[in-house]
């Protein structure tokens, strides 16, 4: 599948990117250890669907990006012949290393490179699975990944990506997710007051979360030559797409 000039970065582009990778990377690499995802209702919900998900088409190879501590790779290996767990942070793949071996998981590797960079075999891969990752991206590197992520793919294989979905109230859609997520911190008292002008600011100034909604990125998958595209909202702020590179699978 060709590449689409159009992904290609400006020198400009790349100045952002370089910044937006060296953040992500200092972030991700000092949560480690307090990344915990579990008891978060809404979270363990889109976890659940992008393994459900992934594990159904039991790839040969599937490789997660933005893979974290593991939650989505430990979980599918089971269903895969090997996966591939990629993520910015060394901190973070050091972590799913050990949660791995604890676990007797033995078809697992890790690939320390962040999402913008990563370089894979063209059609090599069965499945590409991204979950609560791609949202960090740049907009125009969301678009380039999906470009390059089509070419990763064998004939026949996957993307799927689970993500927060939302834009920043564009339509009736996002304004509602918003009013909802707004009610519920209200409720919070003072600490989810905080919260409001915490991710209001996050959201119209897109300096640490850049979500699009879930109609972009059934877009995003169209243009990049993915068919039989679909998605569906998982929870209120959150979507799971996905669509198949054209061809038989192999």
Known sequence: MPSDPQTT???NALRGQEANVASQRRRWSAAVDRWDHHGVLGLDKIISAVV???AALHPGLAVDVGAGTGAIA??????????????VSQAMLDRLAERAAEQGVGNLETLAAPAERLELAAGSVDVVVSNYALHHLLDADKERFVHQAAGWLRPGGWIVIGDMMLGRGGD?????IIASKVGVMLRRGPAGWWRIAKNAYRLVTRTAERPISMAAWVQLLEAAGFVEVSARRVVNEAGLVKGRRPGPAA
Request: with cysteine; charged share 30%; glycine share 4%.
């Open 52 to 54: 459900d998900e992934t």
């Open 9 to 11: 970065p400006t020198r």
């Open 74 to 87: 430990i979980p599918i290996a089971a269903s895969c012949g090997r996966v591939l767990a990629v993520d």
């Open 172 to 176: 009736s859609e996002d304004r509602a």
